[in-house]
């Protein structure tokens, strides 16, 4: 049974990870589920993918949720969470899942001379004449209308300023 944690111990927890139990306010490993933890690692380790190495641990979970799961520091290092698995392990893991993600074309590389729109603000003056005919006052009240656009790096640009 999982139960909601609510409180701060080095930060806000939604839930108890896979692996853990809490007693006494503390958190404790789990071991029946610690050993599937070990066996996800070793077996994503081996070469197999995430839904492959979950069904051989005995871990009933969606791929998203393996994929979080071996991405999850609290099993190596975190002050509420005994470790489960070693430094060495956990790092492993992480590169292994960069180098799939690479083999498999899914790192985009943020090229920093890039200048993305965040954000958008639009303007609109209180409108000073009224028309009977509603699609000629919408006209108008969307002429009135000035859209401004927030960069990444806080610049601004108006209309078809922007680049």
Do not use: W
Not at 137 to 143: C, D, F, L
Request: proline fraction near 4%; charge should be neutral; include cysteine.
């Amino acid at each position: 049974m999982r139960v909601e944690l609510k409180g701060k111990v080095g930060e806000m927890m939604s839930h108890i990870p896979f692996g853990y139990t809490i007693q006494n306010g503390r958190a404790v490993v789990n071991e029946e589920e610690a050993v599937k933890i070990e066996k996800l690692f070793e077996a994503y380790l081996s070469g197999l993918s995430l839904s492959e190495a979950a069904q051989k641990a005995g871990i009933k979970r969606y791929h998203t949720s393996i994929a979080r799961m071996l991405t999850d520091k609290r099993y190596v290092e975190d002050k509420f969470y005994p470790p489960i698995i070693s430094k060495d392990t956990f790092e492993k893991a992480q590169l292994e899942r960069r180098r799939r993600a690479e083999t498999l074309g899914r790192i985009y590389e943020h090229k920093g001379n890039e200048k993305k729109c965040l954000n958008f603000k639009f303007h609109a003056s209180i409108p000073d004449n009224l028309y009977d005919d509603p699609f000629q006052q919408a006209e108008y009240a969307y002429s009135l209308i000035k859209s401004e656009v927030i960069l990444d790096d806080n610049q601004e640009c108006y209309g078809n300023s922007c680049p």
